[in-house]
């Protein structure tokens, strides 16, 4: 486990919640178990949380994660065993898997994330190939990693309503590490195959306002659980659409949001004693890769801004034009690695926590965006494979990791409701 601290005065709230969850354990796996029964969780999933002391909760969800090769050596076996099972789930009889990524193939650290999970998909006994829908890609080609490793990309080929390779190779399942951000292509649609996670799960679809409507749910069902106010686990949100950054449209709708919820989240803060400026992170309601965000602590910060920070604002991955934001309650990162501000990015594969990192920042605040360029990642260790201790206190490492699980659980059962309730085919 890296050397971490919490920078805050404020912890109480932190501990107490730590205790509950504790004290609750039994009741909270239970509730757990019942909840993904009824609603079956995504492929896998990253979540990034914010720890500010008196706060605990996720700021983003992804469901097509891509930084298997920043998680711990510890995260092997526990990827390995709950790939197993979510695969059987999708395909019992499953013996081959053809993996698709994204088309960043100059982006040799994104290559290192699709080599590291297609070495936990072998681990687990499947066959595994990796397809490209880049239109370069015409014949196998390999591409030499950091690590003196390779990764050899390969050219899909439609058959009627299946996926296959150039040499026959005929999987049984098809494995998205690929967001969609510009849309699903044709080669994806009406296959035979199983296709995880289901193409609706793409940005071009889905909308980060919709999970976190997801995540109230959730939220408020977990805070009836453990007799806790749900604030303490969910930021507070606004959706604010017909924006145009680039012509100034939208401007004053955007700052009365902002307003709307800086009221709120002062309110909050007054309840329980918390003596930080509220803030809120402005940031596309679709797409990832820290694309198209900024932190307000103001109505004026959204109002009148200069060429730069529109053109930031309104595009994001594959060019896609910002008319939508989400207005988020900011959370403060009070936690920090070798000195440098840091947040905690737990990894999920079906409803089993494998591993996590912190991301961490040398030259961002507490209250910024720690996704940009310049970020780091540093392993956490999950003790005892993310299961609390009862001998420790709460302030322990690996109980303050089970926390952190328990949160990012929270936002996989978000995700799965978001899901079922965007499925096409659900009508």
Known sequence: MPVTSLASCQTAPLIELERRLLAGQPQIEHWFRRQFAEHAPPFYGSVDLRNSGFKLAPVDMNLFPGGFNNLGRDAQPLAVQAVTHAVERACNDAKSILLIPENHTRNTFYLKNVAALARILSQAGFRVRIGSLLAEITAPTVFDLPDGDTLTLEPIVRRGNRLVLADGFNPCLILLNNDLSA??????RDLEQNVLPPLHAGWDVRRKTHHFAA????????????????????????ACGGLDFHERQGEQVLADAVSDQ???????YREHGISETPFVIVKADAGTYGMGVMTAKSPDDVVGLNRKQRNKMSVIKEGQQVSE????????????VADAVAEPVIYMIDRHVVGGFYRVHEGRGVDENLNAPGMHFTPMTFDAACLPDMTCGPECSTNRLYAYGVVARLALLAASRELEATDPAQG
């Open 325 to 336: 934001v989400i207005v988020q309650e900011g959370v403060y990162t009070f936690e920090t």
């Open 183 to 188: 849309g699903a292509p044709a080669l994806l």
């Open 262 to 268: 800086l009221a709120r989240i002062g309110a909050k």
């Open 215 to 238: 995540y109230d749910s959730v939220a408020n069902e977990f805070g009836e659980l453990l007799s806790i106010d749900p604030w303490f686990v969910n930021p507070y949100f606004a």
